[in-house]
């Protein structure tokens, strides 16, 4: 899934609305954990703004820590 910010507060100078898709934080909470038999989720393209790229951060711990991924550089996808 698109990742591109973390929340709308982080990028003051945009319009959050005019984005097309929710930033990973909404997202999370509609997701809630990840339980068996839910497909496998990794946010990508993510913004130099967005605070997940810190792996020892907060973010990117709630991420993994609710089951879900982020992707890293180099990361390949077999389609």
């Known amino acids: 899934l698109d990742g591109t910010f973390w929340s709308a507060d ?3 100078s945009r319009n959050q609305e005019k984005v097309p898709h929710p930033p ?7 997701l ?3 339980q068996q038999g839910d497909p ?3 946010f990508l393209h993510l913004n130099h703004t967005n605070p997940v790229y ?3 951060g907060e973010e990117h ?3 993994v820590e609710m089951g879900w991924k982020i992707a890293n550089q ?3 996808f077999r389609l």
């Open 74 to 76: 180099g990361m390949r």
């Open 10 to 12: 982080e990028l003051s």
């Open 61 to 63: 711990t709630q991420v």
């Open 54 to 56: 810190d792996k020892w």
């Open 32 to 34: 809630g954990y990840k």
């Open 40 to 42: 496998d989720i990794i």
């Open 24 to 30: 990973i934080k909404q997202t999370l909470e509609l």
